[in-house]
C-alpha cells in the first residue's frame, strides 16, 4: 500500500514538474514575443514609481498582455531596481523584453517632441509633433513644406534647439536619390559636407530613420545604403529558380518599375510577373515611369502626360523604344517590391491598364487588353463630364 502511495506520490511530482517547465517556457516565450500594441506610445514613469506599477499602468492601455509576466520577468533579469524616471517612446509590437530594456536603459529613447523629415515621391515636408499627455499620443503641430515656405515655423524653432526633441527621416518608398540628397543637405541637425554627388538611384533602403544631432551625412547615405545592399542580398539568394534576371543589379531595376507602377500593396506580384512574362517572350516593357525618368534623371516631378514625341524618341530608359530593361533602376525600391521581383505571381498576364478604382486590371490576351483600355476609357469620359 505504502509502496502504491509513494509510486503514485512520484507520479504527481513528475506531472507538477511537467507543468512547472511547461508554464516556464510558456512564460519565457510570451516575455520575448511581439507585444500587442498597435502604435507606438510614449510612456510616462515617474520619480520614485516602480515595476509593479509600471507593469500594470502598461497592461491596463494594452501595451502588455499580461503586466504580472512582465515584472517576474523583469525580476528575473534582475533589472526591476534599474527603472529609470522619464517619458520613454515604445514602439508599436514591442515585446515586454523589449519594454522593460527601454525603461531601465533609459537615454536616447526619450520622446515629447518629434520632428520628422518626411521624403515623399511628388513632395518634401517637416512635420512637427508633440506628445499630448491625456492621450499618450503624438499630435501634429506644424507641417511645413521648406521649399514653399517664406518663414519657418516658430515652433520648429523652438523644438529644434530642445535637448529632448527626437528626430526622423522617412524615405518613401519610390523615392529617387536626388530627392534623397536635397532633403539630406536641409536637415540642420546633421553634420559634414553637403551631399554633392547623388547616390546611386536604388541603393538607399527606404526606411525610418532615428537622427541624433551631430550625424554625419556621409554615414547616413552609407547606412542607408547598407539596409538596401543586406534587404537585395538576401532577396536574390532566396529568389525562384526561373526568373528572367541576370544579377541583383536587374533585379534592383525591374523592383524600381514595379514600385512606381502601382501603389496597391496587393498587385505588385502580379505587376512583376507582367514585366517578366514580357522579358521571356522578348517583348517590350513599355512602361510610361522609365520614360519619364529619362525625361526628368529623377530631379523632380513631371506635373504633365508625356509627349507623343517623348515616346518616340530612342533614349536608355524609352521601354517603348529598346529592349529590356532599361540601364539601371528608376527609383529606391522598398522591401515589398523587391521581394515581388523575386517572387512574381503565376500569370500568364502581359498587359495592365488602370480600372478607375486606384488599382488595374490585368489581361494575357490582346483582346482582353484592349476590353479594359475601353472600359478605362470610358470611365475616364465620365470622370471628365
Not at 529609470?84 to 515585446?95: D, E, H, T, Y
Not at 532615428?210 to 539596409?227: F, I, K, N, P
Not at 539601371?328 to 503565376?346: K, L, Q, S, T, Y
Amino acid at each position: 500500500m505504502w509502496r502504491s502511495i509513494a509510486s503514485n506520490g512520484f507520479t504527481i511530482l513528475i506531472m507538477l514538474g511537467v507543468l512547472l517547465a511547461g508554464a516556464i517556457l510558456w512564460g519565457q516565450r510570451q516575455y520575448v514575443a511581439e507585444g500587442p500594441l498597435e502604435q507606438a506610445m510614449c510612456l510616462r514613469v515617474a520619480s520614485g514609481s516602480n515595476m509593479r506599477a509600471v507593469s500594470h499602468d502598461l497592461e491596463e492601455t494594452g501595451a502588455v498582455s499580461n503586466g504580472t509576466l512582465m515584472r517576474i520577468g523583469a525580476d528575473y533579469a534582475e533589472k526591476s531596481d534599474e527603472l529609470k524616471a522619464g517619458a520613454f517612446l515604445v514602439p508599436a509590437g514591442a515585446s515586454m523584453e523589449q519594454i522593460v530594456d527601454i525603461v531601465t536603459r533609459g537615454g536616447a529613447n526619450t520622446c515629447g517632441t518629434e520632428i520628422i523629415w518626411r521624403v515623399g515621391i511628388r513632395t518634401s515636408d517637416v512635420l512637427v509633433r508633440e506628445l499630448d499627455p491625456a492621450t499618450n499620443r503624438y499630435e501634429e503641430q506644424a507641417r511645413f513644406v521648406p521649399s514653399e515656405e517664406l518663414e519657418t515655423p516658430e515652433i520648429f524653432t523652438n523644438m529644434l534647439e530642445d535637448n529632448d526633441t527626437r528626430f526622423q527621416l522617412i524615405l518613401a518608398e519610390g523615392v529617387t536619390s536626388w530627392q534623397v540628397q536635397q532633403v539630406l543637405n536641409d536637415v540642420p541637425i546633421l553634420s559634414g559636407d553637403e551631399v554633392e554627388e547623388t547616390p546611386a538611384e536604388g541603393s538607399l533602403a527606404p526606411q525610418s530613420y532615428s537622427l541624433t544631432r551631430g550625424d554625419s551625412r556621409t554615414a547616413l547615405v552609407e547606412l542607408m545604403q547598407s539596409r538596401q545592399n543586406e534587404i537585395l542580398t538576401a532577396a536574390w539568394e532566396a529568389r525562384d529558380p526561373d526568373l528572367p534576371l541576370d544579377s541583383p543589379e536587374e533585379l534592383l531595376t525591374i523592383a524600381s518599375i514595379i514600385e512606381k507602377e502601382t501603389a496597391v500593396p496587393g498587385e505588385r506580384t502580379l505587376v512583376a510577373s507582367v514585366f517578366e512574362n514580357r522579358l521571356r517572350r522578348g517583348m517590350r516593357l513599355q512602361t510610361d515611369p522609365t520614360v519619364i525618368y529619362g525625361v526628368t534623371n529623377g530631379q523632380g516631378v513631371l506635373d504633365r502626360g508625356l509627349r507623343r514625341s517623348e515616346l518616340d524618341r530612342v533614349t536608355p530608359y524609352n521601354t517603348y523604344q529598346i529592349d529590356g530593361l532599361p540601364p539601371g533602376p528608376i527609383a529606391n525600391p522598398g522591401r515589398a517590391a523587391i521581394e515581388a521581383a523575386v517572387h512574381p505571381a503565376d500569370t500568364e498576364y502581359v498587359y495592365f491598364v488602370a480600372d478607375g478604382t486606384g488599382g488595374h486590371a490585368f489581361a494575357a490576351t490582346l483582346a482582353e487588353h484592349n476590353a479594359n483600355v475601353a472600359r478605362w476609357r470610358e470611365i475616364e469620359r465620365e470622370t471628365n463630364n
